[in-house]
């Protein structure tokens, strides 16, 4: 089977994934969904991130954007060429356009938008909006380990907007 990643890519999935375990951490309210990013540059990683919506009342702050933050800070620039998106779940239409604007050349995704829908995040209305199929690469063999941390998370806080 001819893969399109390889596994340096496996190794930053899995810390997407574990950025992503985070929205376990907390014992009463999370911090908002089970998801979470990690960007490298040149192999390196840059920068991490994990959702924050309900903690910073933010609807903007998704993983994929709080890692993209960061590794702008980090890197001094708004301009992410020559980066990589490593992401627990395919990115939200949000996610993807700042991941474009901020020139992201590649994104990685384990979990998919369906995985997201099975536990209640259904944007499938915002997903319709886009043609399918034109952006990221599916790690199939890290789907199962993101997908376990976002049925654990749903088990713990569920998903019906009462945190």
Request: charged share 25%.
């Amino acid at each position: 089977m001819n893969k399109a990643y390889d596994q340096g890519d496996v190794v930053a999935m899995r810390e997407a994934i574990k950025a992503s375990a985070t929205s376990l951490n907390d014992e009463n309210i999370p911090t908002g969904g089970p998801f979470g990013s990690v960007i490298y540059k040149d192999g390196k990683f840059i920068a991490g991130g994990y959702n924050h919506v309900l903690a910073n009342h933010d609807p903007s702050a998704h993983g994929e954007v709080q890692a993209i933050r960061e590794a702008c800070r980090v890197l001094g620039t708004w301009d992410l060429s020559g980066c990589v998106l490593y992401t627990s779940c395919e990115p939200c239409p949000m996610c993807l356009m700042t991941s474009k604007w901020a020139n992201i050349g590649k994104i990685y995704f384990a979990a998919t938008r369906k995985d997201a829908a099975d536990i209640g995040f259904k944007d499938d209305e915002l997903y319709a909006l886009l043609k399918d199929g034109v952006y990221g690469i599916a790690i199939e063999e890290c789907r199962g380990e993101a997908v376990d941390v976002m049925k654990k998370w749903h088990r713990k806080f569920g998903r019906d907007g009462q945190y």
